[in-house]
């Protein structure tokens, strides 16, 4: 069965971290581009941070030096640890591949001030 399957998400204090995972079956895990997306109430999906299958990663300027995604290709899981966070970091968060393109169901992060 292809699927992703998120976890790790939460309530935190504004300047706290959380460690988002995100487990993939079905699929063959190394050769994907993996990415972070997360969606506020009110507010159109956007991409947090990818790492392709070389690495390489990228973010979205609002996060960067305060996420950082990696990625085990041994346990097909890829990860996103969310260090400083802010109150405009809450929404929920997907996971996502290319290879086929599919979704997570979401978790939800919640940073309170």
């Known amino acids: 069965q292809v699927q992703l399957v998120e976890s790790g998400g939460g309530l935190v204090q504004a300047g706290g971290s959380l460690r988002l995972s995100c487990a993939a079956s079905?699929?063959?895990?190394?050769?994907?581009?993996l990415a972070w997306y997360r969606q506020a109430p009110g507010k159109q999906r956007e991409l947090v941070a990818l790492?392709?299958?070389?690495?390489?990663?990228n973010y979205a300027d609002s996060v960067k030096g305060r996420f950082t995604i990696s990625r085990d290709n041994a346990k097909n899981t890829v990860y996103l640890q969310m260090n400083s966070l802010k109150p405009e970091d809450t929404a929920v968060y997907y996971c996502?591949?290319?290879?086929?393109?599919?979704w997570g169901q979401g978790t939800q992060v919640t940073v309170s001030s």
């Open positions: 079905g699929i063959i895990f190394r050769i994907n581009v």
């Open positions: 790492i392709a299958n070389g690495g390489s990663t």
């Open positions: 996502n591949t290319n290879i086929p393109p599919i």
